[in-house]
């Protein structure tokens, strides 16, 4: 069993920055390929950000290639989404997601989610 639990969401201004955290508990969590989703009212929850267990391979949607930055720290058992540029559409709630398989994970292979952390950002 993993535990995920998400900070640092919050209200932001178009091209401001805000970084998103997620803290992990319990099984080994280099084991883990851990990504990033987001969910806008009235969507679907849908990809944004994955990084391998040893973060060498990261890759991302690519409505945010370019001003999202994902990375972890297997030491602290954290994993981070540096979010710059923000742009109303940017709005969703966060999920952090843990996942068992190597790659780009969809929705359905994510084997375990944190609660979320809303993002909001106006014009």
């Known amino acids: 069993q993993v535990q995920l639990v998400e900070s640092g969401g919050g209200l932001a201004q178009a091209g401001d920055s805000l970084t998103l955290s997620c803290a992990a508990s319990?099984?080994?969590?280099?084991?883990?390929?851990l990504g990033w989703f987001r969910q806008a009212p009235g969507k679907e929850r849908e990809f944004v950000a994955t990084?391998?267990?040893?973060?060498?391979?990261?890759h991302y949607a690519d409505t945010v290639k370019g001003r999202f930055t994902i990375s972890r720290d297997n030491a602290k058992d954290m994993v981070y989404l540096q979010m710059n540029s923000l742009k109303p559409e940017d709005t969703a709630v966060y999920y952090c997601?843990?996942?068992?398989?190597?790659?780009?994970?969809?929705?359905?292979?994510?084997?375990?989610w944190g609660q979320g952390t809303q993002v909001t950002v106006s014009s």
């Open positions: 319990g099984r080994s969590f280099r084991s883990f390929t």
């Open positions: 990084i391998s267990g040893g973060a060498s391979f990261m």
């Open positions: 997601a843990a996942v068992l398989k190597y790659g780009v994970p969809s929705v359905n292979e994510v084997n375990y």
